[in-house]
């Protein structure tokens, strides 16, 4: 699908965490054809560099950074370079997240039968579930938002302001089931989005979030198709709850990202979550 974006970014640096996934790699692109110049930033230097060459060879500037989003100190050395490189930063997305299996239930509803540990289960109970999944889905999701927003916003609060578009979800409204940790921290996403916006409004900084429905990435695969590719019951329930019978597709979500950066169109827009989901949060099932 070839679109034209109206929204002028020209002049302006876009800062992508995550940068080289499923759904930001789609945002740097964007973001790019309407004229920003984008730092790519993700865990795997391979993941950023493919992005940053997809948005150069579409005619766009980038570079990549290798970057983990819950290192501070690494965070600054990259704000630095991006400076340098690009001399400003204008807008911030934070897009690193995701769940761990670490974190996720075998079963939606806990059963009387699934009260007995299973030997040599690979999936786990309730009971089983370890701090450290929380942890890392706490981590990546909470600091891995806070942190690069500490860092790039600090530029942003002493060069005029900026925008920050975080990465929210279906489950922050109602929790999904199996994914209790991925959940909370969702739910947090959008609290802290709400927070950060009251705390940056005097500085011209404005902060948004998307929430994105059901949309097929790496990072959710497994959940949603066997290893035949069959859809998974999941799946099914899925489509069930989205009035419109069908996952997302990554451009579907480019128009409220650009709404919400830019400067113009969203000027007194701060500290919501719009929802882009085929109408899955507005239907009870009924
Ligand atoms: N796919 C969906 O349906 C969906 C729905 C709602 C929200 N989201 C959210 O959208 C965002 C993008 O997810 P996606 O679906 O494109 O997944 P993805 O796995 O394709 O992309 C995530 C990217 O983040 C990078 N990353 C992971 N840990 C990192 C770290 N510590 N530092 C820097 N980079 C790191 C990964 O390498 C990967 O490139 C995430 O916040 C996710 O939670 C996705």
């Given at each position: 699908m070839s679109v034209s974006y109206i929204t002028d970014l020209t002049g302006k640096t876009a800062v992508v965490t995550g940068g080289g996934g499923v759904l930001c790699s789609e945002f740097s692109k964007a973001l790019a054809e309407c004229g920003a110049k984008i730092a790519v930033l993700d865990l795997f230097e391979e993941a950023a560099k493919r992005t940053s060459d997809a948005v150069n060879a579409n005619g766009g500037y980038a570079l990549p950074y290798a970057c983990d989003v819950l290192k501070k100190e690494t965070l600054i050395d990259i704000r630095e370079k991006i400076i340098s490189d690009f001399g400003s930063i204008d807008i911030l997305i934070n897009g690193a997240g995701g769940n761990s299996p670490k974190a996720?239930?075998?079963?939606e509803f806990l059963t009387a039968e699934d009260l007995e540990t299973k030997e040599g289960s690979d999936t786990l109970n309730f009971f089983d579930l370890k701090p450290e999944g929380f942890n890392f889905v706490f981590n990546l999701n909470i600091l891995g938002t806070l942190l690069p927003t500490q860092v790039f916003s600090e530029y942003m609060a002493k060069h005029g302001g900026g925008c920050i578009v975080n990465v929210s979800s279906m489950n922050a409204y109602r929790p999904l089931t199996k994914i209790p940790a991925y959940s909370a921290a969702k739910a947090g996403i959008s609290n802290l989005t709400m927070w950060l916006a009251v705390h940056f409004s005097k500085l011209n900084i404005r902060v948004n979030a998307i929430a994105p429905g059901f949309f097929v990435t790496g990072q959710n695969e497994k959940l949603l198709f066997d290893k035949e590719g069959k859809p998974t019951a999941r799946t099914e329930k899925i489509l069930a709850a989205t009035p419109m019978g069908r996952f997302g597709n990554p451009a579907e979500l480019i128009g409220t990202l650009l709404f919400l950066c830019d400067t113009k169109a969203s000027?007194?827009?701060?500290g919501i979550i719009i929802p882009v989901d085929g109408g899955f949060s507005a239907y009870s099932g009924v």
């Amino acid at each position: 699908m070839s679109v034209s974006y109206i929204t002028d970014l020209t002049g302006k640096t876009a800062v992508v965490t995550g940068g080289g996934g499923v759904l930001c790699s789609e945002f740097s692109k964007a973001l790019a054809e309407c004229g920003a110049k984008i730092a790519v930033l993700d865990l795997f230097e391979e993941a950023a560099k493919r992005t940053s060459d997809a948005v150069n060879a579409n005619g766009g500037y980038a570079l990549p950074y290798a970057c983990d989003v819950l290192k501070k100190e690494t965070l600054i050395d990259i704000r630095e370079k991006i400076i340098s490189d690009f001399g400003s930063i204008d807008i911030l997305i934070n897009g690193a997240g995701g769940n761990s299996p670490k974190a996720t239930t075998a079963q939606e509803f806990l059963t009387a039968e699934d009260l007995e540990t299973k030997e040599g289960s690979d999936t786990l109970n309730f009971f089983d579930l370890k701090p450290e999944g929380f942890n890392f889905v706490f981590n990546l999701n909470i600091l891995g938002t806070l942190l690069p927003t500490q860092v790039f916003s600090e530029y942003m609060a002493k060069h005029g302001g900026g925008c920050i578009v975080n990465v929210s979800s279906m489950n922050a409204y109602r929790p999904l089931t199996k994914i209790p940790a991925y959940s909370a921290a969702k739910a947090g996403i959008s609290n802290l989005t709400m927070w950060l916006a009251v705390h940056f409004s005097k500085l011209n900084i404005r902060v948004n979030a998307i929430a994105p429905g059901f949309f097929v990435t790496g990072q959710n695969e497994k959940l949603l198709f066997d290893k035949e590719g069959k859809p998974t019951a999941r799946t099914e329930k899925i489509l069930a709850a989205t009035p419109m019978g069908r996952f997302g597709n990554p451009a579907e979500l480019i128009g409220t990202l650009l709404f919400l950066c830019d400067t113009k169109a969203s000027s007194f827009v701060n500290g919501i979550i719009i929802p882009v989901d085929g109408g899955f949060s507005a239907y009870s099932g009924v």
